[in-house]
């Protein structure tokens, strides 16, 4: 890995556990706002810029995504390919959304999150040494989905950091509703 690629790995790594904290917020203030002035206020606060803030995620997500295959030269695995394609259309959702103000697209932010999520778990769960449930591809020249590519903070690989992004969109996507 060369030294720049080194140093835009950590710093989406770095990001990435700043979403997981965020998450780890929000998830809190969700469920305590009925309870909590500052929970409420919180997510008052998020429902006002979930819009813009899901697009932020989702355009980081897929400058990430060709960072790494296009200038890091690290070749997608199968299962990276799918998560790009639960991703991929959501910033032209979210883009459209934005121009017209139309806050109801949440409902179909969802489901693209929750499956790409759940397919980022899977490639998270085989990268942390499980083992396959169902072959990863089969193209012989493929990259292995188990394979680490990125391993930063000894947790934040490439599924992890698109697992966080998906669960990120999930919760915005649910306090938007």
Known sequence: MSPSVAV???????????????????????????????????????????????????????????????????PPCSLCWYQRIFIYPQIILLGGALIWRDRSIARYLFPLSIIGGIIALYNSYLQYGGSSLIPCGTDPTAIDCAQRLVFEFGYVTLPLMSLTAFIFLILLAKIGK
């Open 8 to 74: 835009i790995s950590k710093i989406l790594a770095a990001l990435t556990v700043v979403g997981q904290i965020w998450i780890l917020v929000i998830f809190f203030a969700f469920i305590t706002q009925k309870t909590s002035v500052w929970s409420a206020k919180l997510i008052g606060q998020i429902r006002q810029w979930w819009l813009p803030l899901s697009f932020v995620i989702v355009l980081g997500a897929l400058f990430g995504s060709l960072f790494y295959s296009e200038i890091a030269g690290f």
